[in-house]
């Protein structure tokens, strides 16, 4: 989990005790969100700066749970988390008929995000750095490989 959606959850589940409910973390269960609120059921976006005009990525099943309960799922939309120190973040809560109207209006995509794996990551080739000065303008690029060889090239 990224930090600001680390910091995003935990200030949803601050607001939510306050609102007296009782709230649990459930983004690693398999749930399609990632706070239980009940009766709420809330998927949370984090946002480093605003999400005015953004694009809100939600998973197919998350779709699917706003669709089958739309009295009860939520997207609370977290806004400037890197500024929370400032005192700057805020939520943006949409559910019901709002929420039904985005997802009505948005053609679902496909979007493949395949893990990259340590061995896989270590053991792929990397290209760089590449360093240009005005008294040699044909630098060599170096092909690293992660295992510590090198292949020279001339640009």
């Known amino acids: 989990m990224r930090e600001t959606e680390r910091i995003a959850i935990e200030y ?4 939510e005790r306050r609102n007296g409910r009782v709230p649990e973390d459930v983004h690693l269960t398999g749930a399609p969100y ?7 059921q809330i998927e949370v976006k984090a946002f480093g700066g605003s999400a005015r005009s953004a694009p809100v990525p939600l998973e197919d099943r998350q779709v699917r749970a706003a669709r089958q309960e739309p009295e009860n799922f939520y997207l609370y939309v977290v806004d400037n988390v ?4 400032d005192g700057l ?3 943006g809560i949409i559910h019901g008929d709002v929420l039904s109207k ?9 979007t493949y995000r395949p893990t990259l794996r340590a061995q896989e990551y270590d053991g792929a080739d990397q290209l ?4 240009q000065t005005d008294a040699e303008p044909a630098v060599p690029m170096i092909h690293r490989h992660r295992s510590g060889t090198t292949d020279t090239d001339k640009r």
């Open 34 to 40: 990632d706070v239980s609120s009940p009766p709420r």
């Open 12 to 15: 949803v589940m601050e607001l």
């Open 102 to 110: 985005m997802l009505d209006r948005t053609k679902p995509q496909i």
């Open 82 to 85: 890197a500024r929370a120190n």
């Open 128 to 131: 760089g750095p590449v360093y």
């Open 89 to 91: 973040m805020c939520v």
